[in-house]
């Protein structure tokens, strides 16, 4: 079992930047692969980015490539999302979430994830 608890959300202005953060608990972090998700009222939840926690490839969703910066600290067990350029559209719950990868594999599609936060808000006014 993985316990992952969210932090670092809340309201910035169009242009600004977040650090959103999950720490995980429960498990080795290095055979987990690390997800944000992020679900806007009305819309289905969204593939932000991922990362594989042992050896740091990185997959992003379109929207946020070029903005987003996924990245985790196996010390501390800890995965990050920093978000720049923010735009009003970026506003939703941001989920962290994990899958085990003993073989390097990384799913993009949430229905792949076993473990999931209890999520961030994040408010970006224009």
């Known amino acids: 079992q993985v316990q992952l608890v969210e932090s670092g959300g809340g309201l910035v202005q169009a242009g600004g930047s977040l650090r959103l953060s999950c720490a995980a608990s429960?498990?080795?972090?290095?055979?987990?692969?690390m997800g944000w998700f992020r679900q806007a009222p009305g819309k289905e939840r969204e593939f932000v980015a991922a990362?594989?926690?042992?050896?740091?490839?990185?997959y992003y969703g379109d929207s946020v490539k070029g903005r987003f910066t996924i990245y985790g600290d196996n010390a501390k067990s800890t995965v990050y999302l920093q978000m720049n350029s923010l735009k009003p559209e970026d506003t939703a719950v941001y989920y962290c979430?994990?899958?085990?990868?003993?073989?390097?594999?990384?799913?993009?599609?949430?229905?792949?994830?076993?473990?999931w936060g209890q999520g961030t808000q994040v408010t970006v006014s224009s």
């Open positions: 979430a994990a899958h085990e990868s003993m073989d390097g594999i990384v799913f993009v599609q949430n229905y792949k994830y076993d473990y």
């Open positions: 990362i594989r926690s042992f050896g740091g490839y990185t």
């Open positions: 429960g498990s080795t972090f290095s055979n987990y692969a």
